[in-house]
């Protein structure tokens, strides 16, 4: 199974966008790419704009070469709903676009499943449901916290399987913080986990000390199930700076274990660029004139 990021916070873009290609089956999973709209102050820099432009035409390409897009939920880093011509002729498989979810994806699901009208193969509702392809399965988990409480809703994640061949997107569980975000880990025992790591860049202000605590001790349980053989930690967590100091248990466990303890950026052997938390030091390397954000964080 081929296994490629194709944009990430570590990437230096909001998104955990990524393909994987089976013999019967090429997949998309989250075809989307973003910034955060302010930090530090700060608008994104030139050279987020940048990298952004180039991770999107990287998405495009390798959707034009899939067979299947899957979305987990509706927040923008994870779909386009401006850009349908990726989705034409595709199978396409959604998060449930009205049960358990929040006021705003409702709205921007009703939206993104107008404006592709007729272009897709065919669209699918995948919560807590299976399919197959030949002997390549997709099954997903049912609705889960994005986050530690349903405020902005729910995600469903995804498993990728073929043999003994495994991969699991977990999408937007910002930890994992809540038990039921790691239920289908531990139930599934994939190979290879791509998790979205603690929202620690907001710890005080969005995210607790205790939420830290859980999500590290959660990492720590997907650590000790046997099948894993290698975890990618991304997205949220990879807005701090100090993204390996938030989770030094989990690296001694994953040590311990003979695990490969990566980023997005690592797994594609090249090293992190956490450009959204360098904006700072962006600015004074390449000084560019702004007005400044009220808002302290996005």
Known sequence: MEIVPLAADSLGTRSMATYLETPECRILIDPGVALGPSRYGLPPHPAEFRRMEAHWEAIKRHAARADLLIITHYHYDHHDPMDQEIFKGKVVLVKHPTERINYSQK??????????????????????????????????SPPVFHGTNDKLGYVVQALVKRGDESFLHTS???????????????????????????????????????????????????????????????????????????????????????????????????????????????????????????????
């Open 107 to 140: 709205g921007r699901a009703r939206f993104l499943l107008e404006q592709l009208g007729g272009l897709p193969e065919r669209i699918e509702y995948a919560d807590g449901r299976e399919f197959r392809f030949g002997k390549t399965v997709i099954k997903f």
């Open 172 to 298: 937007d569980v910002e930890g994992p913080s809540v038990d039921d975000q790691i239920e289908f880990i531990l139930k599934e025992r994939p190979r290879v986990v791509y998790l979205d790591g603690p929202l620690s860049y907001m710890l005080g202000f969005r995210y607790s000390q205790a939420s830290l605590e859980r999500a590290v001790d959660n990492i720590v349980r997907v650590l000790e199930e046997r099948k894993v053989e290698c975890l990618i930690v991304d997205h949220h967590l990879l807005r701090d700076l100090k993204w390996r100091e938030r989770i030094a248990p989990a690296f001694e466990k994953a040590e311990e274990r003979g695990i490969r303890l990566v980023t997005a950026a690592e797994f594609l052997g090249k090293e992190p660029e956490l450009l959204e938390a360098r904006r700072r030091e962006l600015y004074r390397e390449e000084p560019v004139k702004v007005k400044r954000a009220r808002r302290r964080e996005d």
